[in-house]
């Protein structure tokens, strides 16, 4: 039962070193099957391996041969189950980050009056998120008017014209 006890702990500590070191040790298996072989895969594999057949020599009066079935069996469940979760977290997709030019075209409200010469500020609304900017329009705006983004001029200010109806 040590043995098998020894093989499921070397399997957590494999773990914890991959999580630590991922991208280093990866390397060392970087190609083989398609992710099959990587180091949580083969965590699991021998995690379960032991603690798999642990669990069947301690609880029951089988012998070596079957808690080794068991924990191989155990551990090619829990390495395919670990294989197919990382194959489904790689391929969950994002939306693009927005940028400071998908402003441009947008409209918002002028939150502080935007003055002839100088800045006032907007609200606009980036990635669904409502985010305020320094505005500068070639006329004076007031506040609460609705305004149309021109263009971006800088991370943090866009030049904006009021919106006619």
């Known amino acids: 039962m040590t043995f098998f006890l020894g093989l499921g702990i070397a399997g957590i500590v494999l773990l914890a070193l991959s999580l630590i070191f991922g991208g280093v ?18 965590a699991g594999f021998i995690s379960m391996l032991g603690f798999g057949g642990a669990i069947v020599l301690g609880s029951t009066g089988a012998g070596t041969f079957v808690a ?6 155990a551990g090619l469940v829990a390495g395919w189950l670990t294989w197919k979760l990382s194959r489904a977290l790689m391929r969950d997709q994002t939306h693009a980050t927005p940028r400071d030019s998908d ?12 003055p002839a010469e100088g800045y006032g500020e907007v609200l606009l609304r980036l990635g669904d998120q409502p985010v305020k900017y320094a505005a500068k329009s070639a006329t004076p705006v007031p506040r609460g008017t609705e ?7 800088s991370t943090t200010s866009v030049a904006v014209r009021p919106v006619e109806r």
């Open 25 to 42: 040790l990866e390397g060392l298996l970087d190609g083989l099957f398609d992710g099959l072989l990587s180091l949580p895969v083969i």
């Open 68 to 73: 080794t079935v068991v924990g191989v069996a």
């Open 103 to 114: 402003l441009v075209g947008t409209s918002g409200s002028v939150v502080t009056a935007i």
């Open 147 to 153: 305004i149309w983004v021109e263009a971006a001029l």
